[in-house]
């Protein structure tokens, strides 16, 4: 396996007993994907794609839906999956990182040994040949070049009824259980037999010496395809039972170019040795050595397995009644276990605020938490929705008729508000305290009325809307702990529904207290479905991006009822908040012509072009009072987007961006009147100087609702470092009341952020929000600091580890230098060293010289010109024997002139610690 291609081989595992071929055309116009699914469910244990028609891009497309629905049956490990023919698809597709496993070639197709040097040594290679002609093949193939041969037709075949044992003669002539095991015998490969196939011959092929069947019509022309494999794969099992079949000869022939490099960095497959790099130079050696090591330790930094160990998700059982039912609320809490002060006693476990949710299977979803608290309420009611559209989905849903991952776990019809604005909004206005409140409350350790009076001033948000009911409730607002977003989503070029998804619960797991999914390339809408399914967190979007999608990105023809459809259609499946470009106004749009980066928000730019080519104010922002209506009927929020922020420092805080400010303070009042939520999204690039004003600009004009910022970044220098030139922003804006900081990662400007830069991501912003709330002096903020140094003087290293926001890569430094376990109760760390160690210095002056009490009399003393014992004892200061003063003491004036003496020979030496030697 090589960098490129990360799954194993299947050359000594595949299993040829149920041989599914399948095509677009053998389908009976529905979905490929589905005709295999459903191959899958019946028991294939095999895969071929067969697509004449096709060219390499439509293969590689179907390849990759494919090895999902394989995926999605979980048995990438055991079912092989093959494409006929085209070898050069299959080099491609697993250079994508598709697993296809191999290909399958026929006689007339490129050579077996070109494919083999072509695909190397870790692909399957299958054969299909004229009956006739096979032992001749057979004897001219070097062992290793081939896997397996297709042999046929046992009938004449629908999909190929010219075929015949002798070749396309038209003959008629088929195969019998004689010839089967005549071929059977004369070769070392495994034999496939087919053509014409169907469950009545299972008994007699079972019988014979043949590794399998392979099928085309008999399951993918069936009206049940999942019921005509199994009656196949139980035919044929009722004769051979679970017996497998052998495996051709492994002999290493080929080694493909990418594996030279992955040999040389010591990652090359079994039976690659040969070319691992051998230095002869010392210093390459031990260069490559350190290599080795620092990616040691890079891959233990990048996992959570200590984390996992350390913090521990628990919950607190609270009850709570209202008016409208009685309930036992279980809040979550992290809880990170201390180890004793030696000599001193116990330390209690550190509580801290939990977002990572409850575990659970991602095909099931999260339990619906907040279901029965939406329903007791009386004022929503359940309706049909919307109707789904594979153009929600995109062009290539559209294309293969399905999603590439459908989803197929818990589901709820859609709610409505029936009557009244069902926001939490509207109910803290009326004076209602609800079970999300109270939740809320205990999480953030404050009173209830707090969160009820914030609320109804919309001086905080609580972002849960009722088709969300797996969402832990959780508020936005600066009378509470900062809170931090993280972004993710597909694009075009890459991603899928499965990494998106172990994105989500990656940046949970590690403090993100909101996620916006900003897919804007394939399955938007299913991708969608499996972040909200699965999320405990708040689902943000900006449903412009899939509304542009709808319209193949040709912003043009984009309309208010269009948008209105894809908010509905996102309101239903349970986003709980979303970005509204609506203070993007056609009068402020040539505000931009001269920024150096001009409109770098992506939904404002789609805006800015839609206005200048229709002539017309701004859908959105003609439309808000019904977008208002909208989000009433659902609570969801607005996050008012900054469309015009700026991209860098020269544009920052311009006629543009004070503008478009100005007008969202406007918008913020109309969506209170009709009791929605509201925060306010802001800046982007500006000077580390501006970021206070900016953020008592955002208070005055939108009267304190919740401000949302990403970063800002504070300068524009440091590709593949914004995470630190954004967090240093982030810091100072939440300082001064930023209730929310959406993260940066490394990759900001550079492209999409994998799992990797979501955590940096993450943890650079969990420390900006602790800073902020450090600053803002927040309740209890600064107890994980006094833990942490706690543990840091008493050198109680793990629970450092533990305590830190990344135990993981905390360990993996200390390791480093110092791995063996003895270490992580060393009274010094690779730093200094065991003589150096401030803090066992500082140890060893308290136990030598006692407590502050202590010390304080020491100095008293000494000052005082008496000379304690101990010090006495040493010889450490003496007087000579003609002095006037006893023995043993210094009057108190010689001492003060001693020190202003020594003084003034420092300043004459320049005021310098260390002289040169005389």
């Known amino acids: 396996m090589n960098n490129e291609y990360p799954y194993a081989s299947m050359r000594d595992s595949f299993d040829l007993s149920a041989y599914f071929v399948v095509g677009p055309e053998d389908c009976k116009g529905r979905p490929l994907t589905d005709v295999v699914d459903q191959a899958l469910r019946g028991g294939a244990t095999f895969i071929q794609l067969r697509a004449k028609k096709a060219d390499a891009s439509e293969l590689t497309a179907m390849a990759q839906d494919i090895a999902q629905i394989i995926e999605d049956n979980n048995k990438s490990d055991s079912v092989a999956f093959v494409i006929d023919d085209r070898a050069d698809v299959v080099w491609q597709a697993r250079r994508k990182g598709i697993k296809v496993d191999g290909v399958h070639i026929g006689q007339t197709d490129m050579e077996p040994r070109e494919a083999r040097a072509l695909l190397g040594d870790e692909a399957i290679v299958g054969l299909s040949a004229e009956t006739e002609s096979l032992v001749k093949l057979i004897n001219e193939l070097p062992d290793g070049c081939i896997d397996y041969i297709g042999a046929g037709p046992l009938h004449v075949s629908k999909t190929k009824p010219e075929a015949s044992v002798g070749g396309n003669d038209g003959s008629g002539k088929t195969l019998d259980d004689k010839q089967i095991n005549t071929i059977c015998a004369a070769c070392d490969f495994p034999v496939v037999v087919g053509g014409g196939v169907t469950a009545a011959d299972m008994a007699m092929l079972a019988g014979t010496k043949a590794a399998g069947w392979f099928a085309v019509s008999a399951i993918a022309g069936a009206d049940d395809p999942e019921a005509a494999t199994r009656a196949m794969v139980e035919g044929w099992k009722a004769v051979r039972g679970e017996k497998r079949h052998g ?46 090591k620092q990616q040691r330790v890079d891959i233990a930094a990048r996992g959570s397995k200590q984390r996992d160990k350390a913090h521990i998700r628990k919950t607190k059982p609270v009850h709570f009644e209202n008016q409208f039912g009685s309930y036992d609320l279980e809040v979550p809490y992290t809880e990170i276990k201390l180890s004793d002060t030696p000599g001193v006693g116990p330390n209690p476990p550190f509580i801290d605020y939990n977002t990572e949710g409850p575990k ?56 409505r508000a029936k009557d009244h604005p069902v926001t939490q909004m509207w109910y803290a206005r009326h004076g209602i305290i609800t079970p999300e409140m109270k939740y809320v409350a205990e999480r953030e350790n404050c009173n209830v009325e707090l969160v009820r009076s914030e609320l109804a001033a919309g001086r905080a948000v609580m972002p849960c809307n009722i088709n969300h009911p797996e969402a832990e409730p959780m508020i936005i607002g600066s009378a509470f702990l900062t809170k931090l977003n993280a972004n993710m989503g597909n694009s075009a070029v890459t991603s899928s529904i499965d990494e998106e998804v172990e994105k989500l619960t990656w940046a949970t797991k590690w403090g993100a207290d909101t996620v916006m999914d900003l897919s804007t390339g394939n399955d938007i809408h299913t991708t969608r479905e499996w972040i909200l399914r699965n999320s405990p967190v708040p689902i943000g979007t900006v449903p412009m991006y899939q509304a542009l999608e709808k319209v193949e990105d040709d912003a043009s023809k984009l309309s208010w009822e269009l948008f209105r459809d894809t908010v509905i259609e996102q309101c239903e499946q349970g986003v709980d908040y979303m970005t509204i470009h609506a203070g993007v106004l056609l009068r402020f749009v040539p505000l931009t012509a001269n920024r150096v980066t001009g409109i770098v928000s992506r939904g404002g730019s789609i805006m800015a072009e839609w206005c200048l080519q229709h002539h017309q104010e701004s859908f959105l922002y003609t439309h808000f009072d019904e977008l208002c209506d909208i989000f009433a009927k659902y609570d969801v929020a607005f996050s008012l987007g900054d469309g015009l922020r700026p991209g860098s420092l020269a544009d920052a805080n311009d006629a543009a961006q004070i503008a478009e400010l100005m007008t969202l303070g406007e918008l913020t009042q109309r969506a209170w009147d009709k009791d929605v939520q509201v925060m306010i999204e802001g800046p982007g690039h500006i000077p580390f100087d501006t970021v206070r004003m900016n953020i008592e600009m955002e208070k005055a004009i939108c009267k304190n609702a919740p401000f949302y910022t990403l970063g800002p970044l504070t300068t524009d220098t440091a590709p593949g470092y914004d995470h630190i030139t954004s967090a240093i922003g982030a810091t100072e804006i939440g300082r001064y009341g930023t209730a929310m900081l959406c993260y940066v990662t490394p990759k900001e400007h550079l492209g999409l952020p994998n799992k990797d830069d979501v955590k940096q991501g993450v943890i650079a912003y969990k420390i900006a929000c602790h800073a902020a709330d450090i600053a803002k002096h927040h309740p209890h903020a600064q107890d994980r600091d006094l833990a942490i140094s706690k543990a840091r003087f008493e050198f109680r290293w793990l629970d450092q580890f533990n305590l830190s926001y990344d135990p993981d890569t905390a360990i993996a430094f200390h390791d480093d230098t110092l791995p063996a376990e003895p270490a992580k109760m060393a009274h010094f760390c690779s730093m200094c060293g065991p003589k150096f160690c401030s803090m066992a210095i500082s140890q060893n002056i308290r136990k030598q010289f006692g407590g502050a009490a202590a010390q304080e009399k020491l100095v008293q003393d000494t000052l005082a010109g008496k000379i304690p014992s101990a010090q006495k004892a040493r010889g450490a200061l003496t007087t000579p024997a003609a002095s006037a003063t006893p023995a043993g003491t210094a009057s108190a004036e010689d001492i003060q002139a001693g020190m202003a003496e020594m003084s003034r020979k420092f300043q004459e030496g320049g005021s310098k610690l260390y002289q040169p030697a005389q």
């Open 360 to 415: 659970c299977d991602p095909k099931e979803g999260l339990k619906p938490l907040r279901l029965d608290w939406i329903k007791d309420r009386g004022d929503v009611e359940e309706y049909e929705g919307r109707r789904r559209n594979l153009e929600d989905d995109g062009k290539r849903a559209i294309k293969r008729g399905r999603a590439t991952k459908e989803w197929r776990g818990r589901t709820h019809q859609p709610m």
């Open 247 to 292: 495996y051709a000869k492994r002999i290493v022939t080929h080694t493909p170019a990418a594996d030279t490099q992955a040999a040389q960095e010591g990652t090359a497959p079994a039976g690659a040795e040969a070319t691992e790099k051998k230095f002869t130079n010392a210093k390459e050696a031990k260069a490559a050595q350190k290599l080795a």
